[in-house]
T-cell receptor, first 113, second 111 residues
Framework: KAGVTQTPRYLIKTRGQQVTLSCSPI?????VSWYQQTPGQGLQFLFE???????NKGNFPGRFSGRQFSNSRSEMNVSTLELGDSALYLC????????????FGPGTRLTVT | QKEVEQDPGPLSVPEGAIVSLNCTYS??????FMWYRQYSRKGPELLMYTYSSGNKEDGRFTAQVDKSSKYISLFIRDSQPSDSATYLCAMSNFGNEKLTFGTGTRLTIIP
């Protein structure tokens, strides 16, 4: 079974621009979570979608948004990029409604200049 | 103060040694406890998860949870160079709620 895939793997953007990241979960998984990973803060939860509904949300500004499609694929969008948004963005999928069993993708490395 | 504290290391041990990795937490509502391993330039990989207190063993890995002390541990027996990675603990209140991660401990096993 194929793992979680994320595209693109690397991205360089300029301050003020917006970016959209994509995640395809493992086949059959209906829950998709997004995390931001930085050296200083570690892994921080952004949001989680289950059956196209946002079920959980972390403490990030409204510039960070996401959505999930009927095929469970998910996208996250960051508008008005700031230098501090430079990070590894990780997507994880879960085979059930419980989130203690999550499978992560390789991440998208976003650099904001 | 962070909800989950984890010593960032780095921790270097010789091959074959027993490794002990630990996390402390402040939220007494946490009931699910996970350990992830992350290799460089990869996403985290789930190693083990436990519910509530007690021990769980899987091969060379043993996870322990002491809810009275708000302390969890991961032990790696007969450590191998391939175990060199960053180890992250994670916790949640309920099964369907978000995970809160520690910052990770970087481990190096020296051949």
């Amino acid at each position: 079974k194929a793992g979680v895939t994320q595209t693109p793997r690397y991205l360089i953007k300029t301050r003020g621009q917006q970016v959209t990241l994509s995640c395809s979960p493992i086949s059959g998984h209906r829950s998709v979570s997004w995390y931001q990973q930085t050296p200083g803060q570690g892994l921080q939860f952004l949001f989680e979608y289950f059956s196209e509904t946002q079920r959980n949300k972390g403490n990030f500004p409204g510039r960070f948004s996401g959505r999930q499609f009927s095929n469970s694929r998910s996208e996250m969008n960051v508008s008005t990029l700031e230098l501090g948004d430079s990070a590894l963005y990780l997507c994880a999928s879960s085979p059930q409604t419980d989130l203690y069993e999550q499978y992560f993708g390789p991440g998208t490395r976003l650099t904001v200049t | 103060q962070k909800e989950v504290e984890q010593d960032p290391g780095p921790l270097s041990v010789p091959e074959g040694a027993i490794v002990s990795l630990n996390c402390t937490y402040s939220n007494s509502a946490f009931q699910y406890f996970m350990w992830y391993r992350q290799y460089s330039r990869k996403g985290p990989e789930l190693l083990m998860y436990t519910y509530s207190s007690g021990n769980k063993e899987d091969g060379r890995f043993t996870a322990q949870v002491d809810k009275s002390s708000k302390y969890i541990s991961l032990f790696i027996r007969d450590s191998q160079p391939s175990d060199s990675a960053t180890y992250l603990c994670a916790m949640s209140n309920f099964g369907n709620e978000k995970l809160t991660f520690g910052t990770g401990t970087r481990l190096t096993i020296i051949p």
